[in-house]
């Protein structure tokens, strides 16, 4: 099995810079793309960045030239260097992996780290 390990999140002021990682481990030859979600109080869960094994990334409108997804393979850790926070950024960020698995794709989620943005 895959497990997910987030950190780096915390209280940042508006207008400031964080950077959040994910570690990886058990099942890695599985992944076959890595991301970052968020949600925040009320709200749905929604897309913030992915990463695919090929390193194509997908960044949602709202982070886009803000937030970049990277990986360090030899790590198995991705990160989310966040720039230009806005207090809209606050959530629960959680990383997620999609892995190929019993034939089938499969998501599994970290157990979420918490940014907070103030203005």
């Known amino acids: 099995q895959l497990q997910l390990v987030e950190s780096g999140g915390g209280l940042v002021q508006a207008g400031g810079s964080l950077r959040l990682f994910c570690a990886a481990s058990g099942s890695i030859s599985s992944i076959k793309a890595m991301g970052w979600y968020r949600q925040a109080p009320g709200k749905q869960r929604e897309l913030v960045a992915t990463?695919?094994?090929?390193?194509?990334?997908i960044d949602a409108d709202s982070v886009k030239g803000r937030f970049t997804i990277s990986r360090d393979n030899t790590k198995n850790t991705v990160y989310l260097q966040m720039n230009r926070l806005k207090a809209e950024d606050t959530a629960v960020y959680y990383c997620?992996?999609?892995?190929?698995?019993?034939?089938?794709?499969?998501?599994?989620w970290g157990q979420g780290t918490l940014v907070t943005v103030s203005e």
């Open positions: 990463i695919d094994n090929g390193d194509r990334t």
């Open positions: 997620n992996s999609r892995v190929w698995v019993w034939g089938r794709y499969r998501e599994v």
